[in-house]
């Protein structure tokens, strides 16, 4: 999650509890808490968490496994990255290789 992503958070956050106060040194430690942590699934947990709950969420409330998504976001992730990766090879392949062999 970057650091614009978890100030969107933030923004919700602050307009659904008056009393979540926003710093430097917060969006510091919580950045430093999610920036592994994808942002499509911290929105989602915190749209429910402002759903179900009066109080503002902590860091655990954001991050709390969302198991199923979060493996399939990791396994998309995983195989997106190799899938370009062959892409790029292709494109070697057919393009660089094959300029080569009309020279």
Do not use: C
């Amino acid at each position: 999650m970057t650091r614009n992503e978890l100030n969107k958070l933030f923004l919700i956050i602050n307009n659904a509890y008056q009393n979540f106060s926003i710093d430097e040194v917060k969006m510091t430690f919580w950045h430093n808490m999610l920036e592994d942590f994808p942002f499509e699934i911290a929105l989602s947990n915190l749209r429910q968490h402002v759903y179900t709950e009066k109080y503002p969420p902590t860091i655990a409330d954001i991050r709390k496994p969302l198991e199923v998504e979060l493996a399939n976001y990791l396994q998309l992730k995983e195989a997106t990255q190799h899938r370009l990766k062959m892409m790029e090879e292709w494109h070697y392949r057919a393009v660089i290789k094959g300029e080569a062999a009309y020279d």
